[in-house]
């Protein structure tokens, strides 16, 4: 087998790294560059720059540049350029091409076999669009791993001892944290959690619009609508955000950035960097939830890190690093390079799986663990959506429940699989259904229902069913969790903590109505069974609570149930409790 690269695919740049010596080393671009800016650029004559040739052209060219494709990936969208259509794929598949390009050319080898990685919250959808991108690029891509597992497995080489980790990813256009366990030999995602809209980009919106509000006051100038002085301003952001970065001042100076009856306008502008932090308090802000939530999920707390990684570019902000510092209680690690190491991660990954690594190398013996990051689950009577695997499980994983039918005589099922966080499937999102039928004719609640998910090393789910008393069974195999944008997947988490104290309302009513049914069965039952021996009084007073509280459960529907028809309800069905309590077990 040849060498096989590690890409990191970024939003705003991509890196591409190779095992040399048992050692992952950086490939620089043919531009003499260690990072690639993540944009293609069609240009008047027809030709396709990628890289920075694409970049420095973009304030000539802006309707045909194309900046943060990534953003796009699993989507249906598509762009119209030149006439022509591109689907996110083919766009990222140029940027694919040049790193592989790069990377022979820097080899003096042909290369196919590639380890790409993905924001831990990309679902399916666009996991499988990135591995369709690999292909559209001509590359074999072999595994595809989430980039802080990557970042944490670049460092965990260096670092023998066993310790938790919390990587903090700031990039382009992404935020993601995750909670690792670096072990000796293994490394376990133990939660991940994130902001798919929250990256540099927004930083530099947000700048770019203080320089336009700026130049307007002081100029007397509107350039909001001329997209190509936009565009030069908001690359001089950029720099200027970098500069930031190390300096306490940044001067923008764009002369001639637009003419106006005649007079040219210059730019002249020079930010501090508490205006800097003033403009983007609320974006670093914005960071705090999903570290709680990936500590809560991990069941730790701040004290049990024993490092905490910074990787993207935009964690060189010192407020970034300030607020990391201030709400986790520790100083940030160091000894990364947090542009390089999510590539280096995917490249030891990558000598890994094609068995190039040197023999005594400790990543061969480690083993990455990866985790789902939303609950799947199956439909239950009242639209209940029961978990079978829980958001962050390590996987692949198995987990396998019994269900039995709701009706009488029920011959067949529907299996319906959903993922998302909140109780009632109508809110989370289907992702496939099959039918097991021929099960064996029986009273409700006799027949055993196996229902088994599967989840493997690739994040791909299969679903099974079968009937235990038959043997009957059915499965399907859920390849494409598609169309769940990352957007989706943050509003189910979002609205399922929002949602939270209202499902469990419903919830409450929801089990209430089935207790009262299954009940009643027994009531019933034990009415036929033992009439004719009981106390004509006991006899009455069961007859009529079960008649009771049948006409309620009939009448109260509960989805619908009030506050006080729910009273109603469990004063009857303490009462029938009462009465029937000498002959069944009600407990
Ligand atoms: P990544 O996707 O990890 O390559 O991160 C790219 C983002 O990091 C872009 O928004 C860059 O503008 C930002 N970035 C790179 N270097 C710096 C820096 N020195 N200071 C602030 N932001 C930076």
């Given at each position: 087998m040849g060498r096989a690269i590690g890409i990191d695919l970024g939003t705003t740049n991509s890196c591409?790294?190779?095992?040399?010596?048992?050692?992952?080393?950086?490939?620089?671009s043919s531009e003499g560059l260690r990072t690639t800016p993540s944009v293609v650029a069609f240009t008047k004559k027809g030709e396709i720059l990628v890289g920075d040739p694409a970049k420095r052209q973009a304030a000539m060219n802006s309707e045909n540049t194309v900046f943060s494709i990534k953003r796009r990936m699993g989507t249906d969208s598509r762009?119209?350029?030149?006439?022509?259509?591109?689907?996110?794929e083919e766009i990222s598949a140029m940027i694919l091409r040049k790193l592989k390009k790069d990377a022979e050319s820097y080899l003096g080898e042909s290369v196919s076999d590639a380890v790409i990685t993905v924001p831990a919250y990309f679902n399916d959808a666009q996991r499988q669009a990135t591995k369709d991108a690999g292909r559209i690029a001509g590359l074999n891509v072999m595994r595809?791993?989430?980039?802080?597992?990557?970042?944490?497995?670049?460092?965990?080489?260096?670092?023998?001892?066993?310790?938790?980790?919390?990587?903090?990813?700031?990039?382009?256009?992404?935020?993601?944290?995750?909670?690792?366990?670096?072990?000796?030999?293994?490394?376990?995602?133990?939660?991940?959690?994130?902001?798919?809209?929250l990256g540099g980009d927004d930083f530099d919106d947000r700048l770019t619009d203080y320089l336009i509000s700026e130049f307007r006051r002081t100029e007397h100038v509107d350039i909001s609508h001329d997209s190509a002085a936009i565009m030069r301003v908001r690359e001089e952001a950029e720099n200027a955000k970098k500069t930031l970065s190390t300096a306490t001042t940044a001067t923008v100076n764009l002369p001639f950035l637009t003419v106006t009856h005649n007079t040219p306008h210059h730019m002249n502008i020079t930010i501090t960097r508490a205006k800097f932090e003033e403009l983007t308090h609320d974006l670093i802000e914005r960071t705090s939830l999903p570290v709680q939530n990936a500590l809560r999920d991990a069941k730790i707390s701040a004290r049990d890190l024993s490092k905490i990684l910074l990787v993207g570019g935009s964690t060189r902000i010192p407020a970034v690093q300030e607020k990391v510092r201030r709400m986790l209680g520790m100083e940030p690690s160091r000894n990364i390079n947090p542009d390089e190491c999510v590539a280096m991660g995917a490249a030891i990954q990558a000598g890994k799986l094609t068995g190039n690594l040197p023999a005594d190398s400790t990543a061969n013996a480690m083993i990455l663990m990866d985790v789902t990051p939303l609950s799947l689950s199956i439909e239950t009577v009242g639209g209940i959506a029961t978990h079978l695997i829980e958001r962050n499980t390590t996987i692949p994983a198995r987990h396998s429940q019994i269900f039995t039918t709701a009706a009488n005589f029920q011959t067949s099922v529907d299996i319906k699989v959903y993922q998302g966080e909140r109780q009632f499937v109508k809110d989370n999102t289907l992702l496939g259904n099959f039918r097991l039928s021929g099960i064996k004719r029986a009273m409700a609640g006799v027949p055993q229902i196996e229902v088994t998910f599967d989840i493997d090393a690739n994040g791909i789910l299969t679903v099974s069913a079968r009937d235990m008393g038959t043997g009957k069974a059915q499965q399907i195999t859920i390849s494409s969790r598609s169309n769940l944008s990352d957007s989706e997947i943050e509003k189910a988490i979002h609205d399922a903590q929002m949602y939270e104290s209202d499902d469990s309302n419903r919830m409450e009513r929801f089990t209430l109505h089935s207790d009262c049914e299954s009940l009643l069965m027994k009531a019933q039952h034990a009415l036929n069974a033992n009439g004719?021996?009981?106390?004509?009084?006991?006899?009455?007073?069961?007859?009529?609570?079960?008649?009771?509280?049948?006409?309620?459960?009939?009448?109260?529907?509960?989805?619908?149930?009030?506050?006080?028809?729910?009273?109603?309800?469990?004063?009857?069905?303490?009462?029938?409790?009462?009465?029937?309590?000498?002959?069944?077990?009600?407990?």
């Open positions: 591409v790294a190779v095992l040399e010596g048992g050692e992952p080393t950086i490939i620089t762009l119209h350029i030149q006439g022509k259509k591109y689907s996110p595809i791993i989430n980039e802080p597992t990557a970042a944490a497995f670049a460092y965990g080489l260096n670092n023998g001892e066993s310790q938790k980790v919390l990587v903090y990813d700031l990039g382009g256009g992404t935020f993601d944290v995750s909670i690792i366990e670096i072990g000796e030999d293994l490394i376990e995602v133990l939660a991940t959690s994130g902001d798919n809209h004719k021996q009981m106390d004509r009084q006991e006899k009455k007073r069961l007859k009529s609570a079960i008649a009771q509280l049948r006409r309620s459960v009939t009448k109260i529907k509960p989805a619908s149930m009030t506050d006080e028809q729910m009273q109603t309800l469990q004063a009857q069905k303490s009462e029938l409790e009462d009465a029937v309590s000498g002959y069944v077990n009600v407990g």
